[in-house]
């Protein structure tokens, strides 16, 4: 079962980053974790330089590896991360000696649970970050989990189920490259599910790039100017992946363009492409959200940059008449920072000795206690 929550009185103040599929950056949060909601207290997304974005991507595309490039980005990452929380808390005003420990995910450039010899691998030198920044880094939380028979995905629901059960059968969506749903029974935290349902925004940023040249398609507005294609949705529908009972969690080194283009039963107008990417994302949460325990929920709670496109937000509400659709914003925690929240939880887990998997989500043999510890100076 899930830990009590945190009764500590005073102070419990912890840093999480985490960078996700849409490789856009990496989000740093300070909070004070002795509060529920937890009190966000500062937070910033870095913004990956060119150069080491485009490492980032060719490292997450089967048959582009290089280690000097993975060695090159794994400093990199973490010198970014490092100057970019210590400018935070300067910015803040928060003394180091404050900030009991920073969680501190990485970005992922491969996640293959489905392997004969299953493996997943973050990047961004926790020990680089421990020196720069003095602060004590937990990291590499994902392999625990996999080592005792998980997926090592999704993690942020045990979070999920930390924050936001209720009196009410809830789901909560969080929409990022990838898209993942928790759900939580009325009043059981310790009873929550959750899996990855596949493409969140990865695919529509991915075709907005190649189509428009931009890195998003802004609002939705782009798909607004077509109907999806309907012999294109079934043939994406028609993956494997979707009907694939969970657990399970999937990442940019299956959902991508080349992906998009092995399904293409037809040419189709750009825009019209991007409308039934739109669509595929909304339906494959529905689905996702009404699978299981999940037929008697009635609240879905949306966090991720994907609750920012309204057309998407649109189709979702839509494809769930019978839920209230609204965001983790309207319950205490903002929807950009949910995410790297949920790794200064998981640190805080760590550093008491507490579980921070759940293994109805992973599909690990059962509860485990997540990351390694990286002393800060002192």
């Known amino acids: 079962m899930l830990p009590p929550a945190n009764d500590v009185t005073g102070e419990a103040l912890f840093a999480g980053c985490m960078s996700g599929t849409s490789l ?5 949060v300070v909070a004070d974790l002795a509060c529920r909601p937890p009190r966000l207290l500062a937070a910033r997304l870095l913004p990956f330089p060119d150069d080491l974005r485009a490492d980032l991507l060719a490292l997450c595309h089967p048959g ?14 973490a010198e970014l991360i490092a ?3 210590n400018h935070l808390l300067a910015d ?55 080592a005792a028979g998980g997926q090592g995905a999704p993690l942020v629901p045990a979070f999920h189920a930390a924050q936001f ?47 428009l040249g931009q890195p998003v398609d802004t609002d939705g507005a782009w798909a607004r100017q077509a109907r999806p294609d309907p012999a294109l949705l079934e043939a994406l529908l028609a993956d494997p992946y979707f009907a694939r009972p969970p657990p399970k969690s999937t990442g940019r080194e299956y959902f991508n363009l080349d992906w998009l283009d092995s399904h293409m039963v037809r040419a189709a107008a750009p825009a019209a492409v991007q409308a ?14 009404r699978s299981g325990t999940g037929k008697a ?20 509400t839509a494809a769930l008449p019978e839920m209230k659709v609204s965001t983790t914003d ?9 995410e790297a929240l949920a790794f200064a939880w998981l640190a805080q887990q760590r550093l008491a000795a507490a579980p921070g998997n759940l293994p109805a989500v992973t599909g690990a043999a059962g509860l485990r206690v997540l990351g390694a510890i990286y002393p800060g100076r002192g």
């Open 276 to 289: 039934t990417l739109t669509e595929l994302t909304a339906q494959t949460i529905a689905t996702g959200i």
């Open 83 to 85: 100057d970019g929380l």
């Open 165 to 211: 059960t209720s009196s009410n059968h809830r789901a909560v969506v969080n929409i990022g490259g990838m898209a993942n749903i928790t759900l939580l029974p009325a009043d059981q935290p310790a009873a929550a599910s959750g899996f990855d349902t596949g493409p969140g925004n990865v695919l529509l940023d991915a075709w907005a790039g190649r189509h």
């Open 24 to 28: 856009d950056g990496v989000d740093v």
């Open 64 to 77: 582009r590896d290089n280690l000097d490039r993975l060695g090159h980005s794994d400093v990199q990452l």
């Open 92 to 146: 803040s005003g928060i003394a180091p000696e404050r900030v009991t420990a920073l969680g501190s995910h990485g970005q992922t450039v491969r996640h293959r649970p489905e392997q004969p010899h299953p493996f997943t691998l973050q990047i961004g030198d926790p020990n680089l970050i421990a020196e720069r920044t003095g602060i004590t880094v937990v990291a590499d939380f994902r392999r625990r989990d996999m």
């Open 330 to 338: 309207s319950h205490g925690l903002d929807g950009d920072w949910v």
């Open 297 to 316: 929920v009635r609240e879905v709670l949306v966090c991720g940059g994907g609750r920012r496109n309204g057309l998407l937000m649109e189709r979702l």
